[in-house]
């Protein structure tokens, strides 16, 4: 696609992102506070359960906070035991974050609420509408995650 289309489709995509994840994140928000979660502690939740695990460094950089915010995020999910701190075990200098039972317990309970208001947007669209969408993101996803990483990395 020449630039020109490109710039004209990014504007239109954008706008529509923009109205479709702030209606999600709004949700979202309703979501975490239901479990007695801010809007970052959610989210510091949902990226260590999406890692498995995390470096602070780590957790900072995916989620665009600085070292000390990230570090006051985790210092009150670890006191509320949604989180553990453990030394790495192949560098022990290194200390990963990890979500405890209770942290995966509330993930779980947020994921099957927002599958149930998902479930009930869906129903109002039709299947063949739903199957053709899903389709375009499929064959679209690779070259975005490229178009992605190089952006990162350039």
């Known amino acids: 696609m020449d630039k020109k289309r490109a710039e004209f489709y990014a504007e239109k995509l954008d706008t529509f992102l923009t109205n479709f994840f702030h209606g999600f994140r709004g949700k ?3 979501l975490a506070t239901e479990v007695g979660l801010t809007m970052p502690q959610f989210f510091v939740m949902m990226m260590t ?4 695990s995390c470096k602070m460094s780590e957790l900072a950089e995916l989620l665009s906070l600085n070292f000390g915010t990230a570090t006051g995020i985790v210092d009150r999910l670890v006191r509320d035991s949604y989180l553990k701190r453990q030394r790495d075990e192949k560098d022990r200098r290194v200390v990963r974050i990890y979500l405890t039972d209770k942290g995966k317990s509330v993930i779980a309970k947020v994921q099957e609420k927002r599958r149930e208001r998902l479930t009930l947007l869906l129903e109002k669209v039709g299947e063949k509408d739903f199957e053709d969408l899903f389709a375009i993101f499929q064959r679209i996803l690779p070259d975005i995650l490229a178009g992605l990483k190089d952006y990162k990395e350039g």
């Not at 359960?49 to 498995?52: F, I, Q, T």
Request: glycine fraction near 14%; hydrophobic fraction near 30%; avoid cysteine.
């Open 49 to 52: 359960d999406a890692k498995g």
């Open 28 to 30: 979202e928000k309703i």
